[in-house]
């Protein structure tokens, strides 16, 4: 025989129907469950951002560095004053460039006399040859007119004396002694008058070409000098390093008599009135900051217990992609303002730079709009 047994104050159980409606009915309100949860995560915005690190500097900014290798000789600027555009902040050594600025120098001025010595000489020769040239032909103009009277003379005496050997008054040895000295004079009339100075004002005009050829070389090769002259101005103007803007100087550590790199960057100067914040974005994210997006940033200063945030947009992004050791990233230049704080130039910051909303759902996996 089987057990009977009884029970007071429970439930009977379900019969199988009961159990069907009872599955029916949790199903149903784990599937709106579900479904209010999902729909909640679709309709509910996040915003998305990207982290960056940075620092707060000026709107004028420079990094100075040497435009040469050099060796330190003079430190003129330290840390903290203000300078001025253009202001020489370091010199290297430049005994090598002074001495050879020098040389050329005195090889210039040297090559600048002698071109004075030479032009005074040639122009003395030339002044002179051309004076006795006009004086010669002064000479030949007057020895031409005696030679005319001569003959005039001559044939005037010729005249006469045929006359006087036609009526018998004189012998005729004398008409013979006349017509020899007209002759005489036309021939030395004709080799005057045939002198031909053409050929003295052309050697005349040659060495005047020449001298003038002379004259352009050494002022050619006076213009390489000069040029000279400047080139090594110019090389020792590169062991200068002035300030490229005006501004508050951040020094970096160097000495005196230390062999420093065009790579190396041996000053900051922070100028004008208004701050940035500069920001590095790591290359996978840059593609997605782009200018007038916000950010919110907190700076080193001022992590303490109470969270002080500082918000801006981004202004402006650099076009190129930047490395650091393994790191690559874009450089943002973003508004800063600090309120009443006082902050100086080089605080560092770790900002979140917002580049839009997605659902929930997207925020937790981590999913792009």
Known sequence: MGDFRTTTGQDLPLTAADKKR??????????????????????????????????????????????????????????GETVEAGQILVQFNSEEEEALLAETKARVSKLQTEMERRQAEMDIDLERRTLDL???????ADEVSIAELQL????????????????????????????????????????????????????LKRDREKYSRE??????????????????????????????IAGQV???????????????????????????????????????????????????????????YFRGEVQALRNVIQSEGSSTYRVAYCSFDAGDYSIPPGTTAEARIYYGRSSLWFYLFNLDL
Request: contains cysteine; positive net charge.
């Open 152 to 203: 005039k003379n001559a044939t005037t005496k010729l005249n006469l004396t045929r006359e006087l050997v036609e009526k018998g008054l004189k012998a005729a040895s004398y008409l013979e002694d006349d017509e020899l000295k007209e002759e005489l004079a036309k021939v030395a009339l004709k080799s005057l008058q045939n002198k031909d100075f053409k050929i003295y004002e052309e050697l």
């Open 22 to 79: 009872r599955n029916r009915r949790l199903f149903w309100q784990i599937s709106v469950i579900v479904i209010g949860v999902i729909a909640a995560g679709c309709f509910i915005k996040i915003d998305r951002y990207t982290l960056a690190n940075g620092y707060v500097t000026t709107e004028h900014y420079a990094e100075v560095r040497p435009p040469v290798t050099g060796i330190v000789s003079k430190i003129l600027v330290s840390g």
């Open 134 to 140: 006009a004086e010669q032909k002064r000479t030949h």
């Open 215 to 244: 004259i352009e070389a050494l002022k050619n090769e006076l213009n390489a000098m000069n040029d000279s002259v400047r080139r090594v101005e110019a090389r020792l103007q590169t062991r200068i390093v002035r300030a490229p």
């Open 250 to 308: 951040v020094r970096y550590e160097f000495v005196v008599g230390e062999l420093l790199q065009p790579s190396s960057v041996i000053y900051e100067i922070f100028g004008g009135e208004k701050q940035v914040l500069k920001l590095r974005v790591s290359e996978k994210h840059a593609t997605k900051v782009h200018t007038g997006q916000r950010y919110r940033a907190r700076l080193t200063s001022f992590h303490d217990l109470l969270r002080i």
